[in-house]
C-alpha cells in the first residue's frame, strides 16, 4: 500500500491561518506520508525480527509517522470557512449527555488544548458506551485511548499556529473553533 498526501488547497482564504502557515503545514504533512510509506518499503524489505534493533526501532516509529499523517488529515477535514456550531443536533445531544452541556465540553476542550505541550486535543466516542471524551495525544502517537472513534481534532503543535498567532495559543484556539465543520465533525459520531 502506497499513501497518497490529499490535497487540502481549499483551506487556502478560509481563514484559519495565512497561505504560508498553511503552504508549511501540508508540507509537513506530506512528510509524515513519505515517511510512513518508507517504513512501509523497509518494514516490508526486511527481516522480520523483534530482537534485531533496526526492526524493532522502525516498528516503534511507525505509529509516529502514521498518527501524524492520519491525526493531519482529520484535523484539515474538519476545517473550513466560519460557521457556528449547531447546538441542536446529534453531536450537540451526545455533548450535553456526555458533558453536562455543549458549552461545559467547549470549556473542557480548550482547556485540554491550552495545556503545556505539544500534541492533539481529540473529541473520541467510545465505540462500547457511546461517550464522548476530550484526550490530549502527545505526540502522535501516545495517549490514544483504545479502540475510541475520532470525532474532532485540533492541532496543538506550533507548526498549527505559531507562523501566525506567536505564543497566543488561546487566540488559535478560539479561532479554530470559529472554523470546525460542524457537518463533517457530526458525521463522524457513531
Known amino acids: 500500500m502506497t499513501y497518497t498526501a490529499k490535497d487540502y488547497s481549499s483551506l487556502l482564504g478560509a481563514g484559519m491561518g495565512s497561505e504560508a502557515l498553511l503552504r508549511n503545514h501540508f508540507t509537513l504533512y506530506q512528510g509524515y506520508v513519505n515517511n510512513t ?6 518494514l516490508a524489505a526486511g527481516p522480520k525480527d523483534g530482537l534485531n534493533p533496526q526492526y ?7 505509529g509516529f509517522e502514521w498518527n501524524g499523517m492520519r491525526l493531519h488529515e482529520y484535523y484539515f477535514e474538519n476545517l473550513g470557512p ?6 441542536s443536533g446529534k453531536l450537540a445531544h451526545k455533548l450535553a449527555e456526555s458533558f453536562g452541556s455543549y458549552e461545559a465540553w467547549e470549556e473542557d476542550f480548550k482547556a485540554t488544548g491550552s495545556m503545556r ?3 492533539w486535543t481529540i473529541l473520541c466516542q467510545d465505540e462500547v458506551t457511546g461517550a464522548l471524551y476530550n484526550q490530549w495525544v502527545a505526540e502522535h502517537h501516545n495517549n490514544h485511548l483504545a479502540g475510541a472513534r475520532i470525532i474532532l481534532v485540533m492541532d496543538i503543535w506550533e507548526h498549527a499556529f505559531m507562523l501566525d498567532y506567536g505564543l497566543a495559543r488561546a487566540k ?7 472554523h470546525i465543520r460542524w457537518d463533517v465533525v457530526q458525521g463522524r459520531l457513531a
Open 37 to 42: 510509506n518508507k517504513l512501509d518499503t523497509l
Open 56 to 62: 524493532a526501532e522502525l516498528k516503534r516509529r511507525y
Open 82 to 87: 466560519a460557521a457556528a456550531p449547531d447546538k
Open 117 to 119: 505541550g505539544v500534541g
Open 172 to 178: 488559535y484556539i478560539g479561532d479554530f473553533f470559529q
